[in-house]
């Protein structure tokens, strides 16, 4: 692709080369390090991810699709050979997975990735995670790693029900293709079916559900001191997990605590959001922790707490940054996914007004944004075609499955017809 390299970029401006393509996480990354006049260059699985319209990318390089590992690597290799970055930053698991795959490809590259390795694998493994967080005296949710020998009844005579099924891990080496989703069950029979799915108990944990609201703690640490913190509220999420509508909170201290041991704890460097939930007495339970920029990024970086510059300074430059001070009670919107969620929840039974309440208030959120009083995840003013694209995407699908009912039920109909 040709370069859309804006006029303020000179040639020898700082490169970064993004390994990921979705509209949150890797599309917040680009912006934050575009506007601070960076160079950057893009990776995507998905070569037609809205991200890679983006007025921030500078070039789009269509690697091989991640199935096939070493297609994948020794492209990556002519690339890194013919372009030289100040930093590669892979935004998703599946790429640090990638460069992990390949520690010759990637030697002497600098990478913003989770620090030390032994860390890493504590953090992007869920059952680890809960031991060091056990060990440390922070409460998580009920739950137990899965084997052979469990059954719907044993689990939810142990942890109840709703329950979560959650893989250790959301992506592994050999099926980076596949993710492992969240599963989500509320009686004895969705149990059954759902462990019926699994192939390898061993890689699943069971938790029980726990009422309340999900809380983000997100972090830049250096060699085990946090360097800069964020805090927000899930005001709604789908039932496995991920926002479409979050709010900024002061930092919690009693979590600040917690993250901070961790983080001494595992001597970590990188980026972080650990995700816990607020019962309703108040107390907090650590859910998991994901060690890579995480989907609800837009709303600090939109307020200043910027970090994915703060970790290109903290790497490159050996910059640390003051911790920002940030506004509470501002939310950001995914508007895409909001309505999915508003649907879900009417569909579920939330009920008629809330559905009406809710959906007004969608309506009302480029002024709200116009206001400063929301921020959109993908609809900013110096950079809407990504958004755009990402909205009429999404209608075009839907336009396209209404048109395949229909003439699937059509097809049905003249079957009927032609055997009565």
């Known amino acids: 692709m040709a370069s859309r390299v804006s006029q303020r970029q000179s040639q ?24 601070a006049g960076k160079e950057v260059h893009i990776a995507p699985f998905n070569w037609h991810s809205p991200t890679t319209h983006s007025r921030y990318v500078a070039r789009v390089h269509q690697l091989p699709r991640n199935t096939r590992m070493q297609s994948w690597v020794e492209a990556a290799a002519e690339i890194l050979a013919r372009w030289h970055f100040d930093l590669v930053i892979p935004c998703c698991d599946r790429g640090i997975i990638l460069i992990e795959s390949a520690p010759e490809t990637f ?5 913003a990735r989770p620090e030390p390795t032994d860390a890493a694998a504590q953090l992007f493994d869920k059952a680890q995670t809960r ?54 069950v509320d009686t004895p029979e969705a149990l059954s079916r759902a462990l019926s799915r699994i192939a390898e108990p061993s ?9 309340g609201t999900g809380v983000g703690y997100s972090v830049l640490a250096h ?7 964020f805090q927000h509220c899930r005001l709604r999420e789908a039932a496995t997990g991920g926002s479409s509508l979050r709010m900024s909170e002061a930092p919690d201290p009693e979590l600040g605590a917690a993250v901070a041991a961790m983080v001494e704890r595992l001597h970590f460097s990188g980026v972080c959001m650990f995700e816990f939930r607020r019962r309703p007495d108040g107390r907090h339970v650590l859910l998991e922790a994901n060690a890579r920029f995480w989907g609800s990024l837009p709303l600090p970086v939109s307020l200043g707490v910027d970090f994915p510059l703060f970790q ?20 950001a919107r995914n508007l895409l996914h909001d309505a999915r969620n508003i649907g879900r929840e009417a569909i579920g039974g939330h009920g008629v007004l809330e559905a009406a309440r809710d959906l007004s208030a969608l309506a009302a959120h480029p002024i709200l944004a116009a206001w400063g009083r929301e921020r959109s995840d993908t609809l900013v003013q110096d950079d809407l075609m990504p958004g755009v694209l990402e909205i009429t995407g999404a209608g075009r699908m839907a336009i396209n499955r209404w048109r395949a009912k229909r003439s699937g039920a059509a097809e049905r109909r003249n079957a009927g017809q032609t055997g009565s």
Do not use: F
Request: one cysteine or more; charged letters at 20%; proline letters at 6%.
């Open 223 to 229: 060699e085990g001191v946090v360097t800069q913190a």
């Open 107 to 111: 030697a002497g590259q600098m990478i």
């Open 203 to 211: 890689g699943w944990l069971a938790e029980a559900a726990i009422p």
């Open 12 to 35: 020898d401006s700082e490169r970064v080369l993004v390994i990921g393509d979705d509209t949150r996480a890797t599309l917040a990354v680009v912006r934050s390090l575009g506007r």
């Open 312 to 331: 290109y300074d903290q790497i490159v430059h050996g910059i640390t940054h003051p911790q920002v001070a940030y506004p509470a009670g501002i939310c």
């Open 131 to 184: 031991a060091l967080a056990e060990e440390l005296g922070i409460r998580v949710a009920p739950g137990c790693a899965m084997g052979h020998g469990d059954s719907a009844k044993s689990l939810a005579d142990r942890l109840g029900l709703p329950l979560y099924l959650k893989p250790r891990h959301s992506y592994e080496p050999g099926s980076l293709g596949e993710r492992g989703s969240v599963m989500r």
